[in-house]
């Protein structure tokens, strides 16, 4: 008897660490990697970092910088058929629709698509608009990136800022808008958040904040409040969409992405699953809402899990325990690491327990977030390893009445 | 199995402290120590901590 066929739509890291997981558990599958960039699957998150500056300032050839970007498999090729450079149409009865036309047969779908950047709905200014995902956005946005050229990021996320960041080493000036009271606030909380925004103005960043773009004219960003910001280029960095448009009419939730169980099968469907930064699970270190979480740490996590229960289904099974995966995010800027553990997105409150916000950058610091007197993140900023991993062991701690209920 | 690490692009990131806590630890001073030989049992815990590292620093050999 033949393994199960699976087809895995999506050939960047979640794609490619399902594929490998799939192999090593059920090395009978017949599995399709299907992807929509004709590169190989490689690493994103130098390309707001490492990998544009070199494009930019020509310390390496754009062959040696995606050398660097791409990831190491221990897939032999005769173990998938890649299928690069083709998007996914739509989901058949039998299979998928690709752009090419072709069908591709399988009775396993996984949807390891990703995400797309957020697009400003205004016109103007086209030809020097830009947004980061790919590398060929990075090939595109570098080439553009010179010292004293005046440059607009609209959203101060992690993506712009540290986009922000690059292009201050790079020599450019900077300008940051965003309609938040402070960068990287939902994720990071107020008194975190306004430590990284004194971190961006000693660092000459132009942070206009509580305002958004309204216009577009001839060389100009009009604000909301009628400022003016002239500007010779503009990145767009206002967070991410997921690609899920070619799953409508399978029957799965795809209200914020593609809702899932701790299987990862997607809910309202049998051989759906999905992985990477599409997937919306439940986490029962928090609670019991279901969330995407679009930090690196996330696709390999999923999937593996994604392998173990297809594996398991197949052998008319369930995988076993819960899943319950600690989340963790990091972010450069200006020469210091921004190290985070579990979900300080939740917290009520903040409390630091080592160093002083107001020396973030030149001292190291360490904050608690808790939930409802539980510890539900960590966020270190350029602190010593050791004692990060330390204070992390803390929240798994912490979580466990929870997880057991 | 022999485990290394490219310290040349390591950042310290300490994924694979979490993967493979067995193979992987900070010394006090935060800097990364591991078994540099350690038994086939972990394997799957070093492979975990060589796909987890955002880096891929790590070898196994």
Redesign the interface.
């Given at each position: 008897m033949s393994g199960p066929s699976i087809i895995i739509v999506g050939a960047s890291l979640a794609g490619l660490?399902t594929a490998?997981a799939i192999v090593a558990l059920r090395p009978d599958a017949r599995v399709t990697l299907v992807g929509a960039e004709s590169h190989p699957p490689y690493?994103r998150?130098p390309l707001s970092k490492e990998a544009i500056q070199a494009l930019a300032d020509g310390s390496a050839p754009p062959d040696a910088v995606f050398e660097k970007l791409l990831?190491?498999s221990?897939l032999n090729p005769e173990d998938v058929n890649l299928r690069l450079g083709r998007a996914v149409t739509g989901v058949e009865s039998d299979g998928v629709r690709l752009s090419d036309g072709s069908l591709v047969r399988g009775e396993w779908i996984i949807a390891a698509t990703g995400l797309r950047p957020r697009r400003l709905p205004i016109p103007g200014m086209e030809s020097v608009r830009h947004v980061l995902r790919s590398f060929d956005d990075a090939q595109g946005l570098a080439a553009e990136l010179q010292p004293g050229k005046r440059l607009l990021i609209v959203g101060a996320g992690f993506i712009g800022c540290e986009i922000a960041a690059t292009a201050r080493k790079l020599g450019l000036s900077v300008t940051l808008v965003d309609p938040t009271p402070q960068p990287m606030l939902k994720a990071l909380g107020a008194r975190v958040a306004a430590a990284m925004a004194q971190l961006h103005r000693a660092n000459g960043v132009h942070l206009i904040l509580g305002r958004f773009v309204e216009s577009f004219t001839d060389g100009s960003a009009i604000l909301d409040d009628g400022q003016r910001i002239e500007t010779d280029l503009v990145v767009e960095a206002m967070g991410s969409r997921p690609n899920t448009e070619w799953l409508s009419g399978t029957g799965a939730d795809l209200e914020d992405g593609v809702l899932v169980d701790g299987r990862m099968v997607a809910a309202g469907t049998e051989n759906l699953l999905a992985v990477g930064d599409v997937a919306r699970f439940p986490n029962p270190i928090f609670d019991t809402v279901p969330r995407r979480v679009e930090h690196?740490?996330i696709p390999?996590v999923t999937a593996?899990r994604a392998a173990e229960s297809i594996a398991a289904l197949t052998d008319g099974k369930e995988p076993d325990a819960a899943f319950a995966p600690?989340p963790?995010f990091?972010s450069?800027q200006y020469g210091m690491?921004l190290?985070a553990f579990g979900a300080p997105t939740l917290a009520e409150t903040q409390t630091v327990i080592e160093g002083d916000l107001s020396r973030v950058g030149t001292e190291p610091v360490i904050v608690e977030y808790a939930r409802d007197d539980r510890i539900v993140g960590i966020v270190g900023l350029g602190a010593?390893?050791?004692?990060?991993?330390k204070h992390?062991s803390r929240i798994a701690d912490a979580s466990t009445p929870f997880a057991a209920v | 199995m022999k485990i290394d690490v490219d310290l040349t692009i390591c950042?310290?990131?300490?994924?694979c402290?979490?993967a493979a806590p067995e193979v992987f630890?900070?010394?006090?001073?935060?800097s990364?120590v591991w078994v540099t030989d350690p038994d086939e049992g972990l394997r799957a815990d070093a492979?975990?901590a060589a796909?987890?590292c955002?880096e891929?620093a790590i070898i196994i050999s």
């Open positions: 660490r490998e690493n998150p990831l190491r221990r690196w740490s390999g593996k600690m963790s990091w450069d690491r190290q010593n390893p050791a004692s990060l991993a992390r | 950042l310290l990131h300490g994924q402290v979490i630890s900070f010394a006090d001073d935060g990364l492979e975990a796909d987890a955002p891929q």
